[in-house]
């Protein structure tokens, strides 16, 4: 889809239902939706149905939040297909501002460029493309007034060190069901040394939390419903469930991680995906995102056992400094196995890891 075609009002007008991908069905429950294709913790494919009021309410909360003006200009470097990237749209129309496209395939030090050349103050990126940014000692341009990174967490070593490089990045917590945003940094962190959390919610947004710790959100922007083999199932409730962990101190968000990538290891309850933030810490932020995962495999002795699974060109070396780090702290129950090295791990156009795929993988491996 050509993203400019979001900056006219005859799109919002539209009232056909629009499917980033795939098809949508021809339902009246549907009018003045976009749906967004997505997966659950099972891999089950679903599309996620938001109104086009709820999207431009989420547009503008971000442009308030960011001081975006007429006078912006909103950088698209995310597929469209995604709300991200489809979001980043959405803003330049609601704001009046230009919005420019970086159509090439990623690159670090092109993105650098093109920045410079179309005047962009405003963008959003995913954790793999500042780490690319920070590997290649890209400076950023004077003009660049933030960059909201969304799609996982920014850890705060390579948080701080793009900052460092002049990169306004501020840490974002969302979903595909918010329609973007929940939780963003302010522009007065840029000021402060880079920390992942805790995020303050945007306004439009209400939060609480169950006993257990897990996220339940309200708001003008949530998700009417999800499509799932044609078939249409509305959102039942003002508050939608979601699967995340997070501590919530007056409407500040820190997450934790989602309910259902914990897993037992002896009897305690262990964050494969905590795991993974220890290691990329150990290696002195050299391990790029999507390059390495942690991967639980039932046991029948342990409940399960700790796998690390790293990329083939992921250098060896770095794998044992790193490793060998982690296990010199490590208590019983979160040490590692023996590492598997993979051709490639299964990851998203947005730089997250498919880890229902990756499980079947290690699976595949250990059986051979």
Not at 188 to 206: D, F, G, R, T, V
Not at 327 to 341: D, H, Q, T
Request: aromatic share 6%; glycine share 8%; with cysteine.
């Amino acid at each position: 889809m050509d993203p400019t075609l979001l900056t006219q009002p005859g799109f919002w007008d539209e009232l056909a239902p629009l499917a980033m991908r795939g098809s949508a069905p021809s339902l009246a429950e549907l009018e003045g939706h976009v749906l967004f294709e997505t997966s659950g913790s099972s891999g089950t494919p679903k599309q996620v149905a938001i109104s086009k009021r709820a999207l431009l309410l989420s547009a503008d909360a971000v442009n308030s939040h960011l001081c975006v003006t007429t006078y912006s200009t909103w950088g698209l470097a995310l597929p469209m297909h995604h709300v991200g990237g489809f979001g980043v749209a959405a803003r330049a129309y609601r704001a009046e501002c230009r919005l420019q496209v970086f159509s090439n395939r990623w690159n670090a030090a092109r993105f650098g460029e093109w920045l410079i050349e179309t005047a962009v103050t405003h963008t959003s990126l995913v954790p793999t493309q500042v780490h690319d940014l920070v590997s290649a000692k890209i400076a950023a341009p004077s003009g660049l007034i933030a960059v909201v990174v969304g799609g996982g967490q920014l850890d705060a070593k390579t948080g701080q060190a793009a900052r460092d490089l002049g990169w306004p990045v501020l840490a974002s917590y969302g979903m595909t069901e918010a329609g973007s945003q929940l939780a963003t940094q302010r522009l007065e962190a840029l000021s402060e040394i880079y920390q992942p959390s805790p995020l303050p919610l945007l306004p439009i947004w209400e939060a609480s939390v169950s006993d257990e710790g897990v996220l339940a959100i309200r708001g003008g922007a949530l998700f009417s419903g999800v499509v799932m083999d044609g078939i249409f199932t509305p959102r039942t409730s003002e508050w939608h469930q979601t699967s995340d962990r997070v501590v919530l101190d007056n409407r500040s968000l820190t997450p934790l991680g989602r309910v259902d990538s914990l897993v037992k290891v002896l009897g305690e309850l262990v964050d494969p995906q905590a795991i993974e933030v220890e290691l990329m810490s150990y290696s002195g932020n050299q391990l790029a995102p999507g390059s390495f995962a942690i991967v639980a495999i039932p046991d029948e002795r342990a409940e399960n056992r700790l796998i690390p699974v790293f990329a083939a060109d992921v250098d060896a070396a770095l794998v044992d400094a790193t490793l060998q780090r982690y296990e010199e702290k490590a208590v019983g129950f979160l040490r590692l196995s023996r590492p598997l090295i993979v051709e490639k791990l299964p990851v998203s156009e947005m730089g997250k890891i498919r880890r229902v795929i990756l499980l079947g993988m290690v699976r595949n491996i250990l059986l051979e």
